[in-house]
């Protein structure tokens, strides 16, 4: 029996092109577990893996989609049984392994996690990798001493997939939060999802010579990179810490050790590609204990496959707000 999946192809001429075709199981790479995939979701990376030029993809015909959530059909490791609601994140699956965007999945065991008890498949995409992510990222900064009543946290980004549920995640904690926005139209979802404050992002791309500012932010998650970064590193307070997760303002950062030296600021790195196991499971285990379900379900955009190439393009323009989850088995 055939499948659907969204093929991205390249041509002679390096022109690439995504559509939905029909595939069969052999068609997959080879893995230790097929997944029966329920939902994905769309991320910054699917969205260059889908647009002009492939962006990250290794080679083709390719299958996108970084994340996914569904059920185990056949396994070969007995850690997972047919039927086991599994999800996955991370590992380039999606960039150097065909990913999500299929009916079907082929993966290595060890890349899966099993779906905590009060969490459905598809609230496990409505999480997905950017919500996996921001809850590394408040895990680190907790780890690092963060607590309610230190101060606000800043979230920058606050409107894309890792910006909303890392509000979310820490209103629902009880921490004052800060978020960070250029486009006014979403400070009513914002303030939906546990905002207290919303500083307009012109306020952070400003340029200053100073390397220090007024000490205001007892944490941030940092989901833009760049210029902006350096700006929150002269803002926080003694001995706090930013969790760095996204490049989306570019890789380069002006600034200076300042901040860390007389601050004591720490400059935390977020990578969710190859999280050890054990950080995995206990970040899922969190996200079921400590996101509101009624939150996560404003941020959800519902779309299908045949969606996907206009809401690649949609999300590398900046134009995708909360998360998009992927019905892999709706109708176009």
Known sequence: ??????????????????????????????????????????????????????????????????????????????????GDKVVLTGWRVGEAHWGGYAQKASVRADWLVPLPDGLTTRQAMAVGTAGFTAMLAVMALEDHGLEPGRGPVLVTGAAGGVGSVATAILAHRGYEVAAVTGRPETEAYLRDLGATTIVPRAELNETTKRPLESETWAGCVDAVGGAMLARVLGQMKYGCSVAAVGLAGGAALPATVIPFLLRGVNLLGIDSVMQPYANRERAWARVAQDLPMDKLEAMVRPATLHDLPQIGADILRGQVQGRVVVDVNAEG
């Open 1 to 82: 029996m055939g499948f659907n999946a969204l093929v991205v192809e390249k041509s002679e001429e390096g022109a690439t092109s995504a559509a939905v075709r029909q595939l069969e199981v052999a068609d997959l790479p080879k893995g230790e577990v097929l997944v029966a995939v329920d939902y994905s979701t769309v991320n910054y990376k699917d969205g260059l893996c889908i647009g002009p030029g492939g962006g990250l993809v290794r080679s083709y015909p390719h299958v996108p989609g970084i994340d996914f959530a569904g059920t185990v059909e056949r396994s070969e490791d007995p850690r997972y049984t047919p």
